[in-house]
């Protein structure tokens, strides 16, 4: 019901153009009007209001004591809805979504994430995480990681981020007592995809004897078998690049000088044809090229 006492919304726009600029035909400039459009804005708020909002003396242009207070409001209202929208526009501006498997996001794009929106270069990150790669080249993200032999993805242009190369990994701590690293598990998951890996079908590839033999405890996930490892339940196969942080801090170390490389590599894709937003470029260089090592 407020809303019918409302004059037309495009009436007060031109109100406010005309009472700031004392002139008709100064605000038709500054609208792209003519003058007779912004008289006929005019007259048509001053019918609504049943009140004069403006005087003219000379050739001079004036508000009436009505217009001036409701220049004033007016101005107010104008600037609060120029704020809100602007506001509004930029977060839809800024927002990147980026989407990946589980153990992408949670050991490689999340550490990045937050280092890049604490950078200069920050803005608003959505991320999304599956393993189902069919869903992930399917979604409406505007980026995504992909795991694959060739980067060969039809629709979407892809550049490497890394390969796939796999390795023994262990708390630090159990390196220090042979008598653990002699009794350690090996820590596995189930594949759920044929290029997927686990000990299962890395093992035999790699020259490891003294890994053989040793009892399996079966995780939930990858993510799982490396939080155990973390906690020094036992060996996990890790991924040297996906692990770098943990490698790097001393959270995890390597076991051994094995190395099994899988043939895949991870790259980072974007949609062919479609141009990136600013805010999707600037995201897409930084994890390729990278604000730290």
Known sequence: MRRKSLPPLDSLIFFEAAARLNSFTLAAEELFVTQAA???????????????????????????????LLREKVSMGLDYFDAVFSEFSARQQTRVSVA?????????????????????????????????QEDLIQGDNDLIVIYDRK???PGWNASLLFPEILVPVV???????????????????????????????????????????RPVVRCRSFAHTIGAAVRGEGVALGSLYLLHNELANGTLTVLGNQRYETGLSYYLCHRAGLALSAESRTFCDYLLTGLSA
């Not at 912004?38 to 009505?66: C, M, N, P, W, Y």
């Not at 608003?124 to 189902?132: F, K, R």
């Not at 594949?191 to 890996?197: I, N, T």
Request: aromatic share 8%; hydrophobic share 40%; charged share 30%.
């Open 38 to 68: 912004v008289s006929k804005r005019i007259r048509q708020l001053e019918e609504h209001l049943g009140s004069a909002l403006f005087k003219r003396i000379g050739r001079k242009l004036f508000l009436t004591d009505r217009g001036e």
């Open 151 to 153: 980067g060969e993805v």
């Open 100 to 132: 990946s498997n589980s153990a992408v996001t949670m050991f490689w794009l999340m550490p990045r994430v937050k280092e890049f929106s604490l950078s200069e270069a920050s803005c608003q990150i959505d991320l999304g995480n599956t393993d189902n």
């Open 171 to 213: 708390h630090p701590d159990i390196l220090k007592a042979d008598s653990r690293l002699k009794e350690a598990p090996l820590l596995d998951y189930t594949r759920l995809a044929p290029d997927w890996s686990n000990w299962g079908s890395v093992l035999p590839r790699m020259d490891a004897p003294d890994l053989v033999h």
